[in-house]
């Protein structure tokens, strides 16, 4: 057997990327331990490989392999038949190609991963404007309704103003009997301690009627609904504790105003 036409067929690129069979691999090691010149471009080729993989931490594609290896045959075929290659020279076209073909694929792959990272985030800001415009869209429906029941000739309103326990406080209850609606308007009620809430009365026949518990906060604006309480004479806001209760803390009343 002829050493360097062995080594130059390419079969020890093969043999060290583990690409033959087990009857392959055990020829070419005893191929190794007789002639000192293929155990010598096996180490080679191997330490080639081993720099490759700390200049790049990572291995190339299969497909990149395939590729060169068919090049080497060819190329090796070609050399034994003009007899103008040495295995050296063989060699040193194929570790050519192969940086040629990796620095391709890592070339490709950053790119996709550029194009995926930037499609990614026109996205993610797709999804923050669709957000947004359906946000404004809710306002805009919210504030519409507000404006049509403002409008609208049943709709009343009645002030209340401060008592003495908050002179400058103002809210506001407007109210529609045709369509059994109420919405208040906090106005400059002040902002209740965190375990405290005010809570709306209607003053009936002279007692007091819950329409429920409210928010006041430095975030609050526009009309709140509250619940509609027919035949009121009155309305008035307490505070009470987060809740609300039973009967009006009268002492804790903030702002009272007669129909």
């Not at 060290?16 to 096996?42: C, D, F, H, R």
């Not at 550029?114 to 404004?136: F, G, M, Y």
């Not at 002279?206 to 430095?218: D, H, K, Q, R």
């Not at 009309?223 to 008035?236: F, G, H, I, S, T």
Request: charged fraction near 20%; charge should be negative.
């Amino acid at each position: 057997m002829d050493p360097k036409t062995y080594i130059a067929s390419g079969i020890l690129e093969q043999y060290v990327l583990g690409k033959l069979s087990s009857e392959q691999m055990e020829e070419v090691e005893q191929n190794a331990t007789q002639y000192p010149e293929i155990k010598e471009e096996i180490e080679a080729i191997e330490l080639a490989l081993e720099e490759y993989a700390l200049l790049h931490g990572q291995t190339p594609p299969p497909g990149v392999l395939s590729t060169i290896l068919q090049t080497v045959d060819e190329r090796g075929a070609q050399a034994q038949l003009k007899g103008k290659s040495s295995s050296r020279t063989l060699l040193v076209i194929t570790w050519v190609l192969f940086f040629a073909a990796a620095l391709g694929w890592l070339y490709a792959y950053q790119q996709n991963r550029t194009w995926e990272d930037k499609v990614a985030a026109l996205s993610t800001e797709l999804n923050t404007i669709e957000t947004a415009c359906d946000n404004i869209q809710e306002e805009r429906d919210r504030l519409q309704q507000e404006l049509e029941f403002l409008r609208n000739p049943d709709t009343r309103n009645t002030r209340m103003n401060g008592t003495d326990l908050s002179p400058e406080a103002i809210a506001s209850v407007f109210y529609n009997p045709a369509s059994e609606a109420s919405l208040l308007d906090v106005g400059s009620l002040p902002v209740p301690p965190s375990d405290q809430q005010y809570q709306l009365w209607a003053i009936v026949d002279g007692a007091p009627v819950s329409m429920g518990v409210f928010e006041v906060n430095t975030d609050t604006s526009g009309l709140q609904p509250v619940a509609y309480v027919e035949n009121a004479q009155a309305y008035a806001v307490t505070l009470e504790p987060r809740g609300g209760s039973e009967t009006p803390t009268l002492e804790q009343m903030y702002v009272i105003g007669e129909i």
